[in-house]
């Protein structure tokens, strides 16, 4: 688990095993730990925030039929409603692609901590941080195409 920012925790699935409910809200960036069914994409329980995410190649399983960019307004709405009152950590399988990808779109979008011009200059400034970060195709493509409308 690795600290990206003030309150802001990149992890892997593992690592949750080193923390509470009282501290932490989490965002898990996981298929393997989706809560709904098949169709629903995300769901909101108190401080946990699941995401029915698989680590594909193709951008198509971030987009969710054109409601992606919703989806990731609603995870950086989720980081900002917790951030000043507890820990936030993002995590995913691995820790490489999936959580580090929505804590580089947090900070260059709500915090403006590294580049926001676009998503090649995040992705330079982000990696300084997190040396780590190796977005898959899929989710790096539908950030890449989608960087300007996400906010």
């Known amino acids: 688990m690795k600290e990206v920012r003030n ?8 690592d949750l095993t080193k ?19 098949k ?16 680590d594909s190649p193709d951008m198509k399983y971030f987009d969710f039929n054109n409601k992606g960019t919703d ?14 009152c ?9 820790g490489i692609s999936r959580s ?11 915090t403006k901590e590294i580049s926001n011009k676009d998503h090649v200059f995040a992705e330079r400034d982000f990696s300084n941080i997190y040396e780590s970060y190796w977005a898959g ?5 539908f950030v890449f195409k989608n960087w300007f409308k996400i906010n």
């Not at 507890?86 to 691995?94: Q, S, T």
């Open 137 to 141: 195709k899929g989710i790096s493509d």
């Open 7 to 14: 309150n802001l925790y990149i992890a892997k699935r593992e």
């Open 39 to 54: 169709n629903e994409v995300l769901i909101e329980e108190d401080n946990h925030l699941y995401l029915n995410w698989v």
């Open 100 to 110: 580090p990808t929505i804590a580089m779109v947090y900070m260059a979008k709500r």
């Open 71 to 84: 989806v990731f307004i609603s995870i950086l709405d989720f980081i900002d409603k917790w951030i000043n």
């Open 86 to 94: 507890r820990k936030v950590i993002i995590n995913c399988d691995e």
């Open 19 to 37: 923390t509470n409910e009282d501290d932490y809200a989490f965002i898990h960036a996981t298929k393997t730990m989706f809560k709904g069914n």
